[in-house]
DNA sequence: AAATCGGGGCG
DNA sequence: CGCCCAGATTT
């Protein structure tokens, strides 16, 4: 070690790290072995989506895709169709774009410097953080929703932790909370103590290694850190979705576009009750036999409610109208092969019972 | 710096 | 229903 003493005793990672052995997390699966394919697969897994959830998926997608390579020579549909549930689907385009980049321009490795990890696709500052100190051990900070809760407490720093000028604080507050070294459990101790003790609804500061420098704590306003989002209106958007079968059973989909919800996913084809509106027909209606109405379907995004009216119909004549552009039909035993929306497989699923009869 | 992007789970 | 969750990218 450096002969120099430190001017400040680094308590606060001294004492995160003795805590960390006996409370933290050890058996993640991400974590054994602790190698950057992993930890990059689970960092964006985990954006916007908790460890429970992720941990299933995580699974699945490394018996798929046991390294980048593997990744990189697979077709997105099958990243997509792995993906399918997570949402946030632009996190499996960029990882695949990722894989791709990694082989074409790093020699298939992991680039060892923080900025040629945050250029790549879907890698910011803080996921490139964390595949840095979690592979290697290097002295990199992180900055998720976690760690922001307990920096936020811990210095009981005002505004919304979003804001830009809060996050730039809470950056300058995590970088010189680093340790000299362990900084791979040092990462993963930070997390664990924002997922299990510091948490947004109820924290247990009793339980808290951290608490006796804790600003909040001290003050008694753990409550009031971080400060909540600026709240903004819900949209409300409306839809047809057009379940077309033909005389074989098949089902027609086609593959939404790129950017927009369920980006790239397959998806039957909608119509917003605005496009409609116009001359109030589609091709497909025109065509069709008989039109059941099916009862709707409420889906709620991010920032917006969306709800769905499901049309069901048979095409006698299923030439000319589809197979062209990003239409195809898919029998219903290949849907599970597909990378579809989790409220369309629900729905589907839901009418395989009336299908079979 | 602010806006955009656009799922799922939980209490 | 509201909020949270191991954010990144674009304007």
Known sequence: MSAVAADRPPEFATRLLAWFELNG??????????????????EI???????????????????????????????????????????????ARNLHRCARQLVDEHGGQFPRSLD?????????????????AQSWGARAAILDGNVRRVLARHRAIDGWPGAPAVQRRLWVVAE?????????DYTQALMDLGATICT??????????????????????VARYPAARPRKPRARRRARMLLAFNARGELLLERRAPVGIWGGLWCPPMLDDDALSGDGGH?????????????????AFTH???????????LSRSGGVAESGRQRWVSLDELAALGLPAPVRKLLASLDLTVST
């Open 304 to 314: 917006f409610d969306l709800e769905l009216q499901p049309l069901r119909f048979t």
């Open 200 to 221: 947004a609804r109820r924290p247990d500061c009793a339980a808290c290694p951290v608490s006796a420098e804790c600003i909040a704590r001290i003050t008694d306003t």
């Open 25 to 42: 997390r050890h058996d993640l699966p991400w974590q054994h072995p602790r190698e950057p394919y992993r930890v990059w697969l689970s």
């Open 45 to 91: 897994m985990l954006q916007q989506t908790q460890v429970a959830t992720v941990i299933p998926y995580f699974r699945r997608f490394l018996e798929r895709f046991p390294d980048v390579a593997t990744l990189a020579a697979a077709p997105v549909d099958d990243v997509l169709a792995l993906w399918s549930g997570l949402g946030y689907y632009a996190r």
């Open 116 to 132: 040629a990890l945050a250029a790549l696709p879907g890698i910011g500052r803080s996921t490139a953080g964390a595949i840095a």
């Open 283 to 299: 091709a497909l209606l025109d065509a069709a036999d008989r039109i059941e109405t099916l009862p709707q379907l409420h889906h």
């Open 176 to 184: 010189a909370l680093l340790p000299d070294d362990r900084l791979a």
